[in-house]
Structure formats: C-alpha cells, structure tokens
C-alpha cells in the first residue's frame, strides 16, 4: 500500500516538474499572428512530433498490459501460498 | 488498430495548414473521449456504489479511474506534442487544457484516496472525488465554445458544425474512435474481473488470518 503512495508521489511530482519545465515556452498563445508564424509547415521536424505520440502510445499500452499479466502472476503465486496454508492446516 | 495505423500514416490526405503534425489529432482526440468516458464510468458507478453499497460497482470505478489516469496521461503528452508544431509552444493556460489537467488530478486523488486504505469509508470518499470528476467531463468538451480557446471550434459531437472534416479524415477518425473505444472496453473487461479477484484474495487473506 506505502509503495504505490510513493509511486504516486514520484509520477506527481514528475509530471509537474515537465509540466513547470514546459510552461518556460508560456504565453504568445492567443496573438493571432504569432499563431500563423508558428503554423509554418516544416514536414521534416513535424514527422518526429508524430513518431513520438505514436512511440509512447504504445510504449503505454504494452506497459500497462505487462503491468496487468504481472499482477495475475503474484496472484497466482498467492493463491498457491493460501492452498497451502489451508492443507496445512 | 492495425488499420487506423495504415489509414493514419498511409491513406489519410495531409492538412495543409498544420500539415502532418495534424495526424495526431486521429489518436490524440480518440483518447481525449476516452479520458472524459472514463471519468463518466467512474462517476456513474460511484454514484451506484454509494446507493446499493455493493463491491461490483467499486470494482467498475477503480477500474475505470486506473484506465482513466492513463489515457489522461496520454492526452496531455500527445497534446503538448502536437502543441510545439502547431501553436510553438509545449504548454499554454487554455481552456481546455486545463480542465483536462484537473481531470487528471481528480484521477490521481481518486486513485491516491483509494490506496490509502481498503475500507468502505475510502471507497465513499474515492466516491465523492468521482463524482466531482464528471462533472468535469462536460466542461472540457464544452471549454472551447464557451471560452476563448486556442482549440478550434467542435468538430464532431453534438455541438459541431456540419462539413467540419473532410471525408476521408472523417473516416479515419471514426475507425481510430472506433478501435480505441474497443480497445477501452476490452481492457475495462480485464481489469474488472482481475479487481474482483483482488478483492476475493483479499477476503481470503482475511479469513485466513483471523483463524489462525
């Protein structure tokens, strides 16, 4: 339980980090102009952008799948430990 | 999924204003309606724990508030991407973007609430975050009419004006928003059912521990 507290913690405090970190780039947004400077199409850079979002998809997806059949081992190994205990008994 | 990626990178015609940084948004809005579907699961099965007290419904909103934080994770991450090319900036104060950042810290309460202890108490206080969470749902989907946002007006929904998307990239849309919803629901199925069985280990430790 303590563990995934701490868990918790750590990914907050990380994302926040990243997300003060990014906020350097603030303001800007809502001048129209500068919009229409930044929406310049420059395909090469734009095509790493895409790779990336597609990149950590999946890098989450196949995480959390191996978080989920990781789970189902330790439950495995729990029951076995319970069958134990109760024949013992 | 394998067809969304092929339609996304192969058949879809570039946008000519934001060009192909524009491809992000077939899987950066398909996960944002999962983000806020999932907050609305949570919310609604809270609401049913609150009234019946029966463990199926919690098993159903921690379920969805697990799946919830990281599609939210990923909303924020693809949009922070697409961002840089599109508007020259990782992070801006915009409507929309917060509010989807509130909904990942209602996420992250939900799930901090709910890891602090097993009792039914937790469960109604995780309860009564998630019910503050949907009502979050709404005010992300409606954020961009109802403030000035640098997001363009809806495009699909309800609320969206017709002829907004191309017919080709309305396809590719709707098959991304398609497969991820299933890819959702089937993910949901799975953790429900591993819950259950963490809660059946639980009551068994308990058993076991109290006889001896």
Redesign the interface.
Known sequence: ?FR??IK?AI??IL?LTW?IY??N??????ADD??K???D???E???A??F???F??WL??FG?IFF?SK??KE?KT??EY?KK??IE? | MLLS?FLIFIWVPTEQ?????Q??FY??VP?AWIGMLSIVVVGTASIFHLITRNNKWDAIAYSAAE?GI?FA??IL??G???A???????????PKLTTT?IL?FIY?GY??VR???NTSQAKVYASAVALLGAVDAPLIYLASIWW?S?HPDLNIGPLAESGGLDSRMLITFLLCLVSFTV?YIF?MF??IS?RK??DS?DE??TY?SN?N
């Open positions: 339980m995934i507290q918790s990914i907050t994302f997300l990014i906020s780039d603030l303001a800007v947004i809502y500068q919009l400077e930044n929406s199409t420059n395909e850079s734009y095509l952008y895409l990336g979002v597609f950590l998809i989450a997806f959390y989920l789970r189902i439950m729990e029951v319970l205990l109760i008994k | 990626i204003t934001l060009g192909i940084s491809r992000i899987v950066h996960l799946l990281i994770t990923l991450i693809t922070a991407m697409w840089k090319p599109a508007w020259g900036v990782w992070w801006t104060w915009d950042l990942w992250v799930l901090m890891s602090f202890t000035r640098a890819f993910l799975e953790r591993m069985l963490e280990l068994v430790h076991v006889s």
